[in-house]
């Protein structure tokens, strides 16, 4: 339990299959951005939105704990691949604000924002916590605060949105990329590029 007065995490949710350098970028910038003491990476077990997650929870894991390992202003926490059903970020977030004494703020990408209003309990998540937005590769700014704008008149919440070095890097170029051998070097770190080379992930699609 964290105690300190005015203490700021930011959660760092995704499937992380495998996680990469676009993902790592985003958190570091927020984390300097908004002053926030730490970032929590929360690896989710099973996806409600996500049928084709490739790699096991416990892979995809080790992948975000190699990535991690260097920074000390990030953690992991296991509180979703640790349940057996699927699980929904409102339930993830009560779960930590009973654990930790702190402002919680959510960073997500742009594109994880356009889908914000399929999530479930989504008026009554972004009442909880602070959701950021960085800009990913992709995304139109117009569309962006269109939507921003939407959920502002419809629940009152305002996103906050931050403008940080594009990477256009996914985990699902990633994966095919080593499906067809192609080179993954310096999309992700070497730590977890020799993970999936080691365990012989995603070689074969699921
Ligand atoms: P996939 O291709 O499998 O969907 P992904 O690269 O989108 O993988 P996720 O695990 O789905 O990675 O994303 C977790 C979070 O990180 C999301 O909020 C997503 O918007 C954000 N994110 C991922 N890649 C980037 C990127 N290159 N730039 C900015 N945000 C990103
Ligand atoms: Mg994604």
Do not use: C
Not at 4 to 17: A, C, E, L, P, S
């Amino acid at each position: 339990m964290y105690q300190k007065n005015n203490y700021k995490v930011g959660i760092m949710g995704g499937t992380f299959d495998p996680i990469h350098y676009g993902h790592l970028v985003i958190a570091e910038q927020v984390r300097e951005r908004f002053l926030l003491d730490k970032v929590i990476f929360v690896p989710v077990g099973k996806a409600p939105h996500k049928e084709g997650v490739e790699v096991d929870k416990f892979d995809r894991f080790n992948m975000v704990k190699l990535a991690i390992e260097s920074n000390s202003n990030f953690e992991i926490s296991s509180i979703e691949i640790d349940k057996h059903k699927k699980t929904y970020t409102i339930d993830t977030i009560k779960e930590l604000k009973n654990n930790i004494d702190a402002e919680i703020f959510f960073i997500t990408g742009s594109d994880a924002i356009l889908m914000i209003d399929t999530w479930k309990d989504y008026k009554e998540l972004l009442s909880l916590v602070k959701f950021i937005g960085a800009t990913r590769p992709g995304v139109k700014k117009k569309q962006l605060e269109n939507k921003i704008n939407e959920i502002y008149r419809d629940v009152g919440e305002k996103i906050l949105l931050t403008s940080i070095p594009k990477l256009e890097i996914s985990s699902t170029d990633i994966r095919r990329r080593v499906k067809n051998k192609k080179s993954i070097k310096y999309l992700l770190p070497e730590k977890v590029e020799e993970y999936i080379y080691s365990k012989s992930l995603y070689l074969i699609k699921k």
